[in-house]
């Protein structure tokens, strides 16, 4: 059994290398990783749906910032992508295109490109549609393209989403149902995101430009930020806005072995000069809802967002209250993050981070008043990551490669694999998995994988012990794949092929 369950040590352990990593990782700009599926409603109609054509300009309801621009309104492609360009409303969609992503010769730029292929919108099979759903100031926008037609193969469909968040400028793609039209520009789409010249931009592994499939599949753009802000969320007890916030808790997580080190500022002057400290630790924030404190951690200057919720909202629509997602009870809902992945559990539809859906996790046994925790190991289904309790993460129990768990039974008997414990294909063919191996391990520098089983590597998956994609590695790159820049420590390495998904234990040291 892998415990994740969150304590409170965890918890500032994940506030401080949130701080790290928003300066390491800010250069990269963009993360991508698989998610739960999971489909939103959408139900106004995009106008102008001609044949490689744009919408007109559409409102998004929030500001988003996307690759370091901030935009309140885009236009959507008949041909599958949601574009941030205002100058494109009304106006011609390109349909063909050959490069993979990023390249500054990509016909489209600024977008995010749900399925982008050569649709046809005109003939009246598919819809397409957007919406607004949720609570400020964690509102989603979602685009719905729903059952449309690929242009030459018009019994091909493509359905699918793209969901932009609110404050937290994340990205959603939910790959519905994409299917190929070969005999048509090779069958080319990409799922992917792009920036404005076309010299950065990322994309899942196996969803570049290329002829692919893909059937209820999730992927997530997490955007890294260059500067990190303290996030300090806590419900409204009579409505007004105005809470009282334990500064101790901000200290203890931003420093907490010396938290004594930390100070705390009404402006970011104040808090360079080291004037006006804020003294007592139960501050009542003077502005509504939300407000900016500047901390000062032993020199370096930190924004702390005070930030007052009503906690009668279901943020993540993951079906627990929000009050109760204060695992570690200090008030904070923002630094409970069961899997680490940086999102906070009441904005985390997914919270243990094992692709299956929080609301389909928190459910109770049968005649029970408890939480349902299948392995009985005292962590409810939806904290573990291993909900059988069989050394195997569930996430790792996705033997067909479809990022959804929930599929697999490989012994037909309507129960998924990562409920029981009595099934773990990573050991059911000993003969192939004893032929591959990591070599060195321990290393710190580089991981090899030896194959000699005959059956050619698809694919390699790093996880951390909490079930966070680390990084996905290519056939190609597998025998040669460098972890100097990962943290100490155990991970598990998925290695894919042809007759199924194997996995190792890889010490980094």
Known sequence: MINNYLTTKSARNIVLAMLICSFKLAAQEYAVMPIPYQIYSADMAVQGTQDDHCSNLIPLGFNFNFYGNTYNQVVVSTNGYIDFRAE???????????????????????????????LNNSNGQGTISYGLTGVAPYRKFVVLFDNNSLFACETSKSSFQMILYETLNT????????????????????????????????????????????????????????????????????????VSFNLNVVKNDLIPVEPGLVKLFPTEADAIALTNEIQDPNYTNTLPYDELLYANMNGAVVKVQLRVLNCANDYDGDSVDTAA????????????????????????????????LTSAEYVFNRGLAAIQDTDGD??????????????????????????????????????????????ALGVAQPAIQDQISLYPNPSSSVLHIMNTSGSAIQSVAIYSTAGQLIQTVSAAASQNISVSDWAAGLYFVKVNVQEGSFTYKFNKN
């Open 88 to 118: 494109m409303a009304n106006n011609y969609s390109p349909f063909s295109f050959s490069q993979t992503i990023p390249n500054v010769n990509f016909p489209v730029k600024n977008a995010v490109l749900g399925s982008y292929q050569d």
């Open 325 to 356: 997602e204060d695992l570690n009870f200090d008030t904070n809902l923002a630094n409970d993050d069961t899997d680490a992945d940086g999102l906070p559990n009441f904005l985390d539809n997914d919270d243990d981070g094992d692709l299956i």
């Open 171 to 242: 990205i959603d793609v939910q790959l519905i149902d994409k299917q190929i039209c070969t005999s048509w520009g090779g069958g080319n789409t990409v799922s992917g995101i792009i920036n404005s010249t076309g010299d950065a931009g990322l994309s899942p592994q196996g969803r570049n430009t290329g002829a692919w499939t893909a059937y209820h599949e999730g992927w997530r753009y997490t955007k890294y930020n260059s500067s990190f802000t303290y996030l300090f969320a806590k419900c409204d007890d009579d409505a007004d806005g105005l």
């Open 378 to 423: 005292g962590i409810a289904n939806y904290l573990d990551n291993d909900d059988d309790g069989d050394g195997v993460l569930t996430i790792l129990e996705d033997y067909n490669n479809n990022n959804n768990p929930a599929d697999d039974d490989s012994n037909g008997d309507n129960i998924p694999d990562y409920l029981q414990n009595t099934v």
